[in-house]
């Protein structure tokens, strides 16, 4: 059974920094993307970074330049460098994984491809 559980939401001020930590289990994809989603209240889940097994990389437009995405495969554990924070970053941060049947396909980007969620972990800027 995959197992993802989220961690490093805090509250901090604009400008600020937090790195979140997703530690992954009970998986076996020859090939898969894992990705950082976001959910404010009232909105809909929003895909944040994605990262392929292979390292390729893509980012929402709104978090370019501001977020990092990596993952330590050796650990099974998947960060999140959030950086130059603003007030509208503020949402619950979600760790998730899909299997990719190829190396050729881009990680998808909507909620509703991806299969495993954890429980998510708050972040909250204040102005």
């Known amino acids: 059974e995959v197992r993802l559980v989220e961690s490093g939401g805090d509250s901090v001020q604009t400008g600020g920094s937090l790195r979140l930590s997703c530690e992954a289990s009970g998986y076996n994809y020859m090939g898969y993307c894992m990705a950082w989603f976001r959910q404010a209240p009232g909105k809909e889940r929003e895909g944040v970074a994605f990262?392929?097994?292979?390292?390729?990389?893509r980012y929402a437009e709104s978090v370019k330049g501001r977020f990092t995405i990596s993952q330590d495969s050796g650990k099974n554990t998947l960060y999140l460098q959030l950086n130059s924070l603003k007030p509208e970053d503020t949402a619950m941060y979600y760790c998730?994984?899909?299997?990719?049947?190829?190396?050729?396909?881009?990680?998808?980007?909507?909620?509703?491809?991806?299969?495993?969620w954890g429980q998510g972990t708050q972040v909250t800027v204040a102005s």
């Open positions: 998730t994984i899909r299997q990719l049947g190829s190396m050729a396909f881009q990680c998808p980007i909507q909620s509703t491809d991806y299969n495993y």
């Open positions: 990262i392929r097994r292979d390292g390729r990389i």
